[in-house]
């Protein structure tokens, strides 16, 4: 092993700290390697956000080789906000830290639809126009996991990190 | 067998179960004499259907209009966004809501894919997708059942999707819905305006038998359904290239002698040239007939969703 995540800290081989844990807030773990800027992207946190965040790329991982991890500090990420992510990273699991000890930690699931995340691929969809309507995609998950717009019913056969609206 | 239909909107094939859209098809079926002159119906009576046209139409707006005046009812029309608060900057959105007041069903044609499915998010009343940009038409995909059922049988059925696969929203819907029916279905195009992969992978997802080919002369022989389509000039860059794709895909009388005697010809129409008068005189030619089929199919629409009976 490489490195590891010890009560939030995350450590390299020597023992030294890479990132420093939390007090309270919340740890998103195991981020499928270089995704965690777009897990940002897509829970709305950006340059522009208040809170404090760590973030780390690449990390040594026992299950995956590699991982990213990003920590937000004083904020509780709900299940129905994070679970968006689950889209670009399904194996990412939220750690909720309140007083420096882990006192919640689930994985991310896919919800049965999400809006205004993703940007539908079709050019003419009425979802790309000026009208009041947010991106709203329908959910399958049975494998292999498939996207519906809501609007156009195309269904999305591209990467979705390129149809993220942030 | 009763199936709730009252205060639904019509926006996609996807929304209706192959019993379902047996269920509309036997009700166009019990409506058909009401659509000839003669037999009168008053079941929409007191009842107002608005048109909601953003985009140009012949068939579909008047079929609409007929299958209502028969039933009763009254039509509203708007025809064009310059006709419309939409020229000054009104949104679809707050048009429909509006005219939701005013009617007890819409029927939108709009160029944007998905406005229906908006539309119907706005409204109070039921709303028909008359077609929305490249998306669907599901009131021409019940019309061209019907005349399946009609004409030749949609079991065991062969059909021959031809034409602009690409952009035409009728072969999208069409298809899906044979799918349902387990139909062997030819997708016949040129490559540049071939069924999009998205399509192509949804409808294999559910189990769809898909063939595809560039050439007419390989379907004729051995399908019981040739669906004719237009292939718009207006998405070729180069004029020479439409000039050449839209030739080789013109069905002529001379054509038909290998086509099997029950063979039928159906067009969503308007046509340009892809049919030969010559073939409006054979046996195969059924796509007047299926143009009227438009009012009974859209007769039984309009008498599920808002009839009093229901």
Redesign the interface.
């Known amino acids: 092993m490489n490195g590891s995540f010890v009560g939030g800290n995350v450590m390299n081989v020597k023992g030294e700290m890479r990132i420093k844990g939390i007090e309270n807030g919340t740890v998103i773990d195991h981020i499928k390697s270089g995704q965690a800027l777009n897990v940002l992207r897509i829970l709305g946190i950006s340059s522009k956000s208040a809170e404090v965040l760590s973030i780390a790329m690449n990390v040594p991982s026992k299950l995956t080789h590699k991982k990213d991890i990003v920590k937000v500090e004083g904020r509780e990420l709900s299940p129905s906000e994070v679970n968006k992510i689950a889209l670009i990273t399904p194996d990412a699991t939220i750690n909720i830290v309140r007083d420096s000890k882990v006192i919640e930690k689930h994985k991310v699931s896919l919800p049965n639809e999400i809006t205004g995340v993703l940007r539908c691929a079709n050019a003419n969809c009425i979802s790309n126009t000026s009208e009041p309507v947010k991106p709203r995609f329908i959910i399958s998950k049975e494998p292999p996991v498939k996207l519906r717009c809501f609007y156009c019913d195309r269904l999305m056969v591209e990467d979705v990190v390129e149809h993220l609206l942030f | 067998m009763s199936i709730g239909f009252s205060k639904r909107h019509v926006i ?1 094939m ?1 929304d209706f179960s192959r019993d379902e859209i047996d269920y509309i098809l036997a009700e166009a079926e019990r409506l058909e004499p009401y659509a000839h002159h003669g037999k009168t119906s008053d079941v929409l009576d007191g009842k107002i259907l608005a048109n909601l046209f953003f985009e140009p139409s012949t068939r579909t707006r008047l079929s609409f209009e007929t299958a209502m005046k028969r039933l009763g009812g009254e039509v509203l029309n708007v025809s064009s966004t310059e006709g419309s608060s939409m020229a000054k900057g009104e ?3 707050d048009t429909v809501r509006v005219i939701s007041g005013y009617c007890d069903v819409i029927v939108l044609r ?6 229906a ?2 539309a119907a ?1 706005c409204s109070d009343v039921s709303v028909i997708n008359a077609g ?5 038409h599901p009131t021409q995909t019940l019309l061209d059942l019907y005349a399946i059922r009609k004409e030749a049988s949609l079991d065991g059925l062969s059909i021959a999707l031809v034409g602009d696969l690409k952009y035409g929203r009728t072969v999208h819907s069409l298809a899906y819905a044979l799918t349902l029916y387990g139909a062997k279905i030819y997708l016949v195009s040129p490559e540049e305006l071939r069924m999009p ?3 192509k ?2 409808l294999n ?1 559910l189990g769809a038998c898909l063939e595809e080919t560039s050439n007419i002369n390989d379907v004729i022989g051995g399908v019981s359904v040739l669906y004719m389509t237009r292939i718009q000039k207006e998405r070729f860059m180069d004029p020479v290239e439409y000039d050449k794709v839209a030739g080789s895909y013109r069905i002529t009388a001379d054509m038909l002698k290998d086509a099997g005697d029950d063979m039928v010809i159906m067009h969503p129409l308007p046509r340009v040239d892809e049919i030969a008068p010559d073939v409006d005189e054979t046996k195969h030619a059924v796509y007047f007939r299926q143009s009227f089929y438009g009012v009974p199919v859209r007769m039984a629409v309009l008498s599920l969703l808002i009839g009093s009976e229901q």
Do not use: C, E, F, V
């Open positions: 996609s996807r949104t679809l959105a709009h160029p944007k894919d998905g406005a499915r908006m998010n929305d940009g490249t998306g669907h992969d998205s399509i992978k949804d997802d």
